[in-house]
């Protein structure tokens, strides 16, 4: 099975500041990466799909990129309301299971 | 209104049974694979189940094959999961999630299942 690396575990900035989030896959996988936000006590919502797709509502400063087994998730410049933490999501080719990473906490420095 | 809402969680004994509901408003299910993904407290998300749009399909973790299972009814709008033979590992918030394009788009808002005696 495919794990998914997230690093680091927690990233202390401050708003204004760039966000570099990194998901490393064990083997290489398909164009099936997503990203998601989770804020405590909500349910995660989908950022970006297909590795670099925002999704609908996403904002502009959420980008993400990467192929093989390396992914990153860019946010551009801190918003209060993007301290959360953060999951990268792959889908097997087949079977088409699932597989998150352990997420990275964005936190107030 | 776009959205799935989850009901069914609760206290359940070591080995005992549940099955989760999730109704969906606002879309039309019978056009989209849906999962279930857990939390336990404090931890990450986990994939559980998929099922494709018309129920003929479904894939499983490993840790709950042959425990749970995954249906639908298009007719209803609604999901579900049944979940036997429950351990105490399987205590999490269960989502029901839209998922197209091999990630999910739209979830509900959780239903806590806590297994314990």
């Avoid at chain 1, 301290?83 to 107030?108: D, I, L, M």
């Avoid at chain 2, 299910?29 to 931890?43: C, D, F, H, I, N």
Wanted: net charge positive; charged share 15%; aromatic share 12%.
């Amino acid at each position: 099975d495919i794990v998914l690396t997230q690093s680091p575990a927690t990233l202390s900035l401050s708003p204004g500041e760039r966000a570099t989030l990194s998901c490393r896959a064990s083997q290489s996988v398909s164009n099936y990466l997503a990203w998601y936000q989770q804020k405590p006590g909500q349910a995660p919502r989908l950022l970006i799909y297909g590795v670099s797709n925002r999704a609908t509502g996403t904002p502009a400063r959420f980008s993400g990129s990467g192929s093989g087994t390396d992914f990153t998730l860019t946010i551009s410049n801190l918003e209060p309301e993007d301290f959360a933490v953060y999951y990268c999501q792959q889908r097997n080719n087949w079977p088409p299971t699932w597989t998150f990473g352990q997420g990275t906490k964005v936190e107030f420095k | 209104e776009v959205q799935l809402v989850e009901s069914g969680g609760g206290l359940v004994q070591p080995g005992g049974s549940l099955r989760l509901s999730c109704a969906a408003s606002g879309f039309t299910l019978s056009t989209y694979w849906m999962s279930w993904v857990r939390q336990a407290p404090g931890k990450g998300l986990g994939w559980v189940a998929h099922i494709k749009e018309d129920g003929s399909d479904k894939y499983y973790v490993d840790s709950v094959k042959g425990r749970f299972t995954i249906s639908r009814d298009n007719a209803k709008n609604s999901l579900y999961l049944q979940m036997s033979s429950l351990r105490a590992e399987d205590t999490a918030v269960y989502y029901c999630a839209r998922s197209p394009y091999s990630s999910a788009d739209l979830w509900g808002q959780g239903t806590l299942v806590t297994v314990s005696s």
